[in-house]
C-alpha cells in the first residue's frame, strides 16, 4: 500500500455515482458553483485535445464511452453519473449522465457533486505530506508527540507515526464508535482503518490550529482549482449535490457541518482530475505545491497488502 494512493485510484480518469454504496458517511462543502457545461470540455479544456492516444483517436473513445455508459446505468440499475478524461496532463473530455435525484428528474452534469467517501484520503494524505515537507510534521516521529495528552488510554498510540496512518498499519480499528482503538501491533501489518485518519485529523486539526476543512480548503483545494470540492456543506451544494439511491428511492442529503477526515469529501469527477494531475505532474516547475519527491514517496509502496497487491 502506498502511502494512500490505492491501486484503484491510479487511473487517468475519474468517475463518481449516484449509487446506493456511494452514500458512505460524512461529504464535504464546495465554494460557489462555476458555469461549466458539457460543451467546454468537448473542445478540450485548455486548448484543442488530441487527436488520438496510444494510436486510438480520442474521438472513437469518447464515442465508445458515451454509448457504454447509459448501457451500463441502465443494466446496473445506476441513476446517476459523472465522468472526466484526463490525457497528458488535461481534462479534455467529461460529461454527466442520468439524473442526480429520481424524484426531480435533475440531470447530472460536470459540476455535479457526490460524496467521495474514501477518497477523501488520499487528499488528507496529500495535505499531511505538505506540512512534512514544511518540518511541521515528521514521517517516523509518533503522532502523539504533538499532541498536549494521548490520544488514547492505549500506550500502543505512542507508537503509532503517519508513515503506518497512511499505509494503514497503524493497527487501528476500522470504523468503531468514539475514537476507535487499536487490535493490531502498529507497524506490524496492513489493516484497512477509518479511524486512524480521524486519529490524523485530530492531529492535523492540532498543528495546525483550525479546522481541517479549512485548512483542506486553502492548502489543497483553492491551489489546485478544486472550486466543487469539500468537506463540510455549503450553500452551493443545495443545487449541485447528487443524492445517493436505494435502488430508485433517493436517500436524504448529509449536509455535514464538521469535516470527516477519512471518508466526508464532497467533490466531483473534473475536481478530482485536477487533483490526479497535479500528482502526475509534480514537479514539472509551473507552481504545485507538493514536490516530486513528495509524491514519489506518496506513490511508492509501503505495506504489503497482499500477496497479490503491494
Given amino acids: 500500500m502506498a502511502l494512500l494512493l490505492p491501486a484503484w485510484l491510479a487511473l487517468a480518469g475519474a468517475a463518481a455515482c449516484a449509487l446506493p454504496g456511494c452514500t458512505d458517511p460524512p461529504p464535504g462543502s464546495a465554494p460557489a458553483a462555476k458555469t461549466v457545461d458539457e460543451a467546454s470540455f ?17 474521438e472513437s473513445v469518447v464515442a465508445g464511452l458515451e454509448e457504454l455508459i447509459p448501457r451500463a446505468m441502465a443494466r446496473e440499475g445506476v441513476p446517476g453519473l459523472s465522468i472526466a478524461l ?10 454527466g449522465f442520468g439524473v442526480k435525484d429520481t424524484t426531480t428528474g435533475e440531470p447530472v452534469t460536470v459540476v455535479s457533486a457526490f460524496r467521495g467517501a474514501s477518497l477523501t484520503k488520499p487528499l488528507v494524505a496529500y495535505a499531511a505530506l505538505e506540512l512534512c515537507e514544511k518540518g511541521v510534521l515528521e514521517l517516523d516521529r509518533p503522532l502523539d508527540d504533538y499532541l498536549p495528552e494521548p490520544y488514547l488510554d492505549d ?31 502498529p507497524g506490524t501489518g496492513f489493516l ?18 483550525r479546522p481541517l476543512a479549512d485548512h ?15 468537506l463540510v456543506w455549503t450553500p452551493a451544494y443545495e443545487t449541485l449535490a447528487a443524492r445517493g439511491h436505494d435502488g430508485d428511492r433517493p436517500l436524504p442529503l448529509y449536509r455535514p457541518t464538521r469535516a470527516n477526515g477519512a471518508y466526508g469529501v464532497y ?12 500528482l502526475m505532474d509534480a514537479g514539472s516547475g509551473d507552481g504545485h505545491r507538493l514536490s516530486r519527491a513528495y509524491v514519489d514517496l506518496m506513490l511508492t509502496p509501503h505495506a504489503k497488502v497482499s500477496d497479490r497487491v503491494s
Fill in 42 to 58: 468537448a473542445a478540450g479544456r485548455d486548448g484543442p485535445r488530441p487527436a488520438e492516444r496510444g494510436g486510438v483517436p480520442l
Fill in 86 to 95: 484526463i490525457v497528458d496532463g488535461r481534462v479534455v473530455w467529461a460529461k
Fill in 155 to 185: 500506550p500502543r498510540v505512542r507508537d503509532i507515526t503517519l508513515r503506518m496512518v497512511l499505509s494503514h498499519t497503524s493497527g487501528f480499528t476500522s470504523l468503531e464508535a468514539g475514537r476507535g482503538h487499536i487490535i493490531r501491533t
Fill in 192 to 209: 484497512y482503518s477509518n479511524d486512524a485518519f480521524r486519529y490524523l485529523q485530530h492531529v492535523l486539526e492540532h498543528v495546525t490550529g
Fill in 216 to 230: 483542506m480548503a486553502e492548502s489543497v483545494f483553492r491551489p489546485l482549482g478544486m472550486r466543487e470540492t469539500s
Fill in 267 to 278: 467533490t466531483t469527477p473534473t475536481d478530482y482530475a485536477l487533483f490526479l494531475i497535479e
